[in-house]
């Protein structure tokens, strides 16, 4: 297909391709990148397009992992499956429990493709479980020269890696090995809390729960925080009219009016905030773990994310809610923290330590250019490490300095794509050319 546009879902990037590719294989994804080498044209690989910055973009040929949808193998004695890049995770999920399996953790947008996800450093929130490429065991990926790799801890481990989280850097992911365990239940308790009570008790609710969240409202002190434990059952499943009530219609509909409002007259916001802090009561149900991992997300927004030491945290947050409101910043979403343990992934934002992440939000339309200038710093100042798939002004110069194993990784990529089939203006800037 050529004359085709492709844009992200939240209309920040982009793309204007020579044209786009829906390879059904990883044969044919690999006759795809031999022929854009003969044209000289570069190659990259999209997903469902949930990432803000320009990390799909191309202009050559790009490359729908649609025909790639697939569960290839199940091994619930090995504890493994191998899903095909394309496959979102809302269908993974689906697979998964027929099979009477499930991923240890996940984030809370489950309509990602597996790759799209993986590369680009998609984590939830957990005490001892990581994101989603900590989960990887083995990729297949089709390389610069048209080859086809696959690796793992034992078969070019170096080359896995750096390909974990690799944004498509190291060649065009096809499939992946999950490591996956049996389906369980998680009982999830979301309450309201005072931000001051969260943080003085942080300790305490992340030792005390398999996952811990919170949502703080700027203006307000004010947050909804939400525990996840996995229990034996029964499933409790919310009631289906709760259900609608509070994540259709108040967490989608109603907050979707209430942000037209809040960007036709940002006075208000403060005080709507107040209400939306209250609108959303405690409660608590049991269901399957991907259906309270994951949220359904009507209402659009860009978003920038850092993952920062966890130990910095309630300073980091503090000098957050001063700058929102000594500079007049009016804040409709709220501030999503989230947290990780440390793990080995040469690129992953919990590489070697454990961490927080903290993710601010501005509703589509409005402009958030001010607001994300003046909290980046906040984060930069504790060596903060920005989502690979949000936004951020972070270049390689200093992405060098926060992660240990930069050198090494850009050293695999020289290896395995000298001549950068697989580079864009975004991996330029945050990689090197």
């Known amino acids: 297909m050529t004359n085709v546009v492709w844009r992200t879902w939240a209309r920040t990037q982009t793309a204007r391709p020579r044209r786009i590719a829906v390879p ?33 973009v191309t202009d050559g040929v790009l490359l729908s992992p649609t ?10 004695a090995a504890g493994t499956a191998v899903v095909e890049a394309g496959m979102p995770l809302c269908d993974l999920n689906e697979a998964l429990l027929d099979h009477g399996l499930a991923l240890a953790n996940m984030g809370d947008i489950a309509v990602q493709t597996a790759a799209g996800a993986v590369q680009t450093g998609t984590h939830g929130t957990g005490r001892a479980s990581g994101g989603l490429a900590a989960q990887v065991v083995g990729l297949e990926l089709v390389l610069a020269d048209g080859s086809v790799a696959r690796c793992s801890a034992d078969s070019d481990p170096e080359l896995f890696e750096a390909a974990r ?46 996952h811990f969240e ?18 034996h059952g029964p499933a409790e499943p919310l009631a289906p009219l709760r259900a609608w009530l509070d994540d259709e219609f108040l967490s989608n509909t109603v907050f979707e009016l209430v942000n037209r409002v809040g ?26 773990s991907f259906r309270v991992f994951s949220t359904v997300r009507r209402v659009r927004f860009v978003e920038m994310e850092y993952a920062v030491p966890a130990e910095h945290l309630p300073e980091v947050l503090g000098e957050v809610r001063r700058i929102v409101d000594a500079r007049g910043h009016r804040v409709s979403f709220p501030v999503e923290v989230r947290f990780a343990p440390a793990d ?12 927080a992440y903290v993710a601010v939000h501005v509703y589509q339309g409005m402009d958030h250019r001010a607001y994300f200038a003046d909290v980046e710093p906040v984060f930069t100042a504790v060596g903060g490490r920005p989502h690979w798939g949000k936004l951020h002004t972070r270049d390689s110069a200093y992405l060098a300095g926060v992660y240990p194993r930069f050198a090494e990784a850009l050293a695999v990529r020289d290896r395995v794509d000298p001549e950068r089939r697989f580079a864009n203006a975004y991996l330029d800037t945050v990689l090197g050319p």
């Open 24 to 56: 059904g294989s990883t044969r044919e994804v690999a006759e795809a990148v031999r022929a854009a080498a003969v044209e000289g044209a570069r190659v990259r690989m999209v997903g469902s397009g949930h990432s803000f910055t320009g990390v799909a």
């Open 67 to 76: 025909g790639l949808s697939r569960l290839r193998a199940v091994d619930p």
């Open 165 to 210: 989280v690799g944004l498509g850097a190291f060649g065009v992911v096809t499939a992946l090995t999950l490591a996956v365990r049996p389906a369980f239940l998680l009982h999830a308790r979301e309450e309201p809390m005072a931000l001051a009570e969260v943080l003085e008790r942080l300790p305490e609710l992340r030792a005390a729960n398999d």
């Open 214 to 231: 919170f949502y703080w409202f700027p203006h307000t002190g004010r947050t909804i925080t939400k525990r996840n434990n996995r229990v």
């Open 263 to 288: 960007r036709r007259a940002p006075a208000v916001i403060p005080a709507i905030n107040q209400v939306s802090a209250r609108a959303l009561t405690a409660r608590a149900y049991t269901d399957a």
């Open 344 to 355: 080995d992934v040469w690129l992953s934002t919990a590489y070697g330590r454990d961490t």
